[in-house]
């Protein structure tokens, strides 16, 4: 019988609890602490998941329709992400396990982007863009591991983006106001920096910056996104010429950008390659992706564990599963 698993992801903003049975997904709940201004607060983050944690759990156990006993095994994200934040998942799950006497697990959150969208979407080997507010990576599967095929060298695209939303005066988080403001744009000149297979923001986010006083806000949406999408798909096509792989698959929360969407189905038309999306309901951080991660590496042999590790890489993970 397929086993049901509990996932807590609590790495930056969101605290998720999702439930899965096998490879179906039962439940998916989440609560994101919004900053009043700026940034996440590391501290306010923390509080915010102590307070939601507690309705969270019982809310994705009512919607899955289980109860507590049924439980096989409790998965946490381990890294990376902030530690405050991290470390409340990781007591959350181990108040749970010490409950129900279950064992517990700690997962990649970057690796659960992945395979949560290969479950979903049905993509057996692609090479993945991940794109997410802390995260900007291409990545393959090759010798056992998920390899890094390019990054960024500075900022997470969608963390530009909500930075550049919120010299708009958008609140967080700012890429769906920032993708709907470029639907009326047009081109304007900003810096295009792919430095062999890695990518940087920072020098076009300053730029966009100093534009604002001179350039509409749509246009300068319109731009940055169409540079920087430009960039991530420049990089994509690469690392599928260099891998030979017939798959893209596009995860993460910024995936859910239609533009970034766009570029990418197009370059994999032209080359052959059948493009995938994660759904947008599982694209941002959510518990199902960690209940399912925790399932795939409980079957491969691993086991219980009780730590964080806020700077763990994708490429650090042996991958015994596959």
């Not at 609590?10 to 900053?35: E, Q």
């Not at 939303?165 to 009326?184: D, F």
């Not at 304007?188 to 920096?193: A, N, S």
């Not at 698959?249 to 390659?273: D, F, P």
Request: glycine residues 10%; neutral net charge.
């Amino acid at each position: 019988m397929d086993k049901i698993v509990l996932g807590i992801e609590s790495t930056a903003h969101t605290f998720g609890v999702g439930i899965v049975k096998g490879n179906k997904v039962l439940s998916n709940v989440w609560d994101m602490y919004v900053p009043e201004e700026g940034g996440i607060h590391p501290t306010k983050a923390a509080d915010h998941h102590v307070e939601k944690a507690a309705y969270i759990i019982r809310q994705s156990l009512d919607e899955a329709g289980i109860k507590e006993d049924e439980i096989d095994l409790i998965a946490y994200s381990k890294g990376p992400g902030i530690g405050k934040c991290l470390r409340i998942g990781m007591a959350t799950a181990r108040t749970l396990s010490l409950k129900l006497n279950k064992p517990m697990i700690g997962v990649n959150h970057c690796i659960s982007h992945i395979e949560i969208g290969k479950n979903a979407t049905g993509s057996e080997d692609p090479v993945t863009l991940y794109v997410s507010g802390g995260n900007t990576q291409v990545l393959a599967f090759t010798e056992g591991r998920y390899r890094v095929f390019g990054e960024t060298l500075d900022l997470a695209i969608g963390n530009m983006i909500d930075m550049f939303a919120r010299e708009l005066g958008i609140p967080h988080p700012g890429g769906p106001k920032v993708e709907e403001l470029a639907k009326s744009g047009k081109y304007v000149e900003l810096p295009y920096v792919v430095k062999g297979m890695d990518l940087s923001f920072s020098g076009i986010l300053t730029d966009v910056k100093n534009k604002l006083n001179t350039v509409s806000k749509e246009d300068l949406c319109y731009s940055l996104q169409e540079t920087c999408f430009s960039m991530l798909t420049e990089v994509v096509e690469r690392a599928v010429a260099h891998t030979g792989k017939k798959e893209v698959l596009l995860t993460g929360g910024v995936a859910a950008n239609s533009r970034l969407q766009e570029m990418l189905k197009i370059m994999c038309e032209e080359r052959g390659c059948k493009f995938y999306v994660v759904p947008r309901k599982l694209s941002g951080d959510n518990g199902a992706m960690i209940a399912y991660n925790g399932l795939l590496m409980h079957e491969s042999g691993y086991k219980s564990e009780d730590k964080i590790n806020p700077k763990w890489r994708t490429d650090q993970v042996e991958v015994k599963w596959l």
